[in-house]
């Protein structure tokens, strides 16, 4: 069989292509069920083909997260522009489906996957995906009406990602934790975040 000829549109597509299903098998799946096989063979190339691409799962993975972004702070903008919804119940839900992220169409990533992929960032990748992933808190934070400092947005990143962290942790990785009354914490945490985000916004408007 002859080799096949791509020109560089045809690899732009593609590889296109494998974020964006990459991304969809995801989140509905889950990032830890999806196999690289399941996407390449759903955008129709062969298993060598993709990893011209993405030398690894992971390097697959920072690209879907940085696809998804936009994807999330749209979501944010829509809760909140809801009318029926008031602020706290728009930033609760948004919360909720970010914490259940595998029932709402949103990739999270469990304490082993941050592993992997932190391993496999250089020190130039691991600063944009920081400094990315700074841009996403800042700008959800923007969407709740919040006028934001970089350390504000910092805390804002790690209590949000603590519970939504943990959540998925339970019980594999965290075994001693009580499943039962995973929801109940998950629900005392978001309404301690919500309280503090509360405070915020009001210090803010008031400065």
Known sequence: MPRIAYSDE???????????????????????????EQIYKKVGISRTFFYSFFPTKEDLIVETLYLQ????????????SDADLSWREAVKRFLYACCYGEKNGIAVLTVE?????????????????REK??????EILRCFGIKA??????????????VMVIRRAVPDTLPLFVTEAMDDTV?????????????????????
């Open 69 to 80: 972004q936009p994807k999330i702070i749209e979501f944010a903008g829509r809760l909140m």
């Open 10 to 36: 045809d690899r732009k597509r593609i590889r296109a292509e494998l974020v964006r299903v990459g991304l969809e098998l995801m989140t509905k799946q889950g990032i830890q069920h999806t196999t690289v």
């Open 149 to 162: 400092e970089r350390e504000d947005i910092e805390l804002f990143t790690n209590i949000s990602l603590t």
């Open 187 to 207: 629900n005392f945490q978001i309404n301690a975040i919500v309280d503090a985000l509360e405070k915020m916004r009001d210090k803010k408007s008031t400065e």
């Open 113 to 129: 996957e941050q592993q992997l992929i932190f391993r496999r960032l250089s020190k130039e990748s691991y600063a944009v995906f």
């Open 133 to 138: 992933q700074m841009r996403l808190f800042g």
